[in-house]
């Protein structure tokens, strides 16, 4: 049973990457949602984000150049999120000190 599955799990080795890669990704989209609904963005972290954008660009140069799919969809699709988050916490948090 397990010499098996082990093969199993060494033949379908990409499937595993793609599945954890898009559920790590698919984290970030409720809330990418959540903060351009209520454009409340005081509980963001900007380096957080910030982060998570170069953390996502170095993974998708690696994802390139070893042509590794399932990493250059998920570091794309993270960067996406994480960029958007930043876009609405530099916009809604400098509109927010401008009307106080």
Not at 39 to 56: F, P, R, T
Not at 91 to 98: F, S, T
Request: net charge positive; with cysteine.
């Amino acid at each position: 049973m397990g010499k098996i599955f082990l093969e199993w799990l060494i033949t379908n080795i990409e499937i595993l990457g793609f599945t954890a890669a898009m559920l790590g990704t698919f984290s970030l989209i409720p809330q990418v949602i959540k903060t351009a609904k209520s454009h409340s963005v005081a509980g963001i972290s900007l380096i957080m984000y910030i982060i998570i954008s170069i953390d996502s660009v170095l993974w998708l140069i690696y994802g390139s150049v070893l042509a590794l799919v399932p990493l250059i969809v998920q570091s794309s699709i993270t960067f996406t999120c994480a960029f958007i988050m930043i876009i609405m916490k530099l916009l809604w948090n400098n509109k927010k000190i401008r009307e106080n």
